[in-house]
C-alpha cells in the first residue's frame, strides 16, 4: 500500500516563504511522475509543480520564479519550497505520484494560507 504524507503547511505573511515536504511509504523511483496540486475554496484542484522520474520540473505559470520542486531519494521524500508567497496561493496542497505502470496516488493534504 502507497502512502504519501504532505507536511510543512501554516499561515505565512505574503511575500514569505514555506517549504512543503511529501513523504512517500515507497521508493520514490518507483513513480513516473510526483506533483504537487492545489485546491482553493470553490475552484478546481490545479497542477502546481511536476518533477519526472529522469528529473524534469515542470511549473503552471502562476508559479513559475518562485516555487521549486526537489527530491532527495534517500529520505523518499520530494518537496516544495514556496517563495515571495501571494495571497492567490492560499489552498490545500496535495501530493501525488502515478506509478510507472499503474496507480494514482494521494496525500491527505496540507493547508497553505497566505495573509495580505
Known amino acids: 500500500q502507497v502512502q504519501l504524507e504532505e507536511s510543512g503547511g501554516g499561515l505565512v505573511q505574503a511575500g514569505g516563504s514555506l517549504g512543503l515536504s511529501c513523504a512517500a511509504s515507497?521508493?520514490?523511483?518507483?513513480?513516473?511522475?510526483m506533483d504537487w496540486y492545489r485546491q482553493a475554496p470553490g475552484k478546481q484542484r490545479e497542477l502546481v509543480a511536476q518533477?519526472?522520474?529522469?528529473?524534469?520540473?515542470n511549473y503552471a505559470d502562476s508559479v513559475k520564479g518562485r516555487f521549486t520542486i526537489s527530491r532527495e531519494y534517500a529520505k523518499n521524500t520530494v518537496y516544495l519550497q514556496m517563495n515571495s508567497l501571494k495571497p492567490e496561493d492560499t489552498a490545500v496542497y496535495y501530493c501525488?505520484?502515478?506509478?510507472?505502470?499503474?496507480?494514482?496516488?494521494w496525500g491527505p493534504g496540507t493547508q497553505v494560507t497566505v495573509s495580505s
Open positions: 515507497v521508493s520514490i523511483l518507483s513513480f513516473a511522475t
Open positions: 518533477i519526472t522520474r529522469d528529473g524534469t520540473s
Open positions: 501525488n505520484a502515478r506509478g510507472l505502470i499503474r496507480g494514482n496516488y
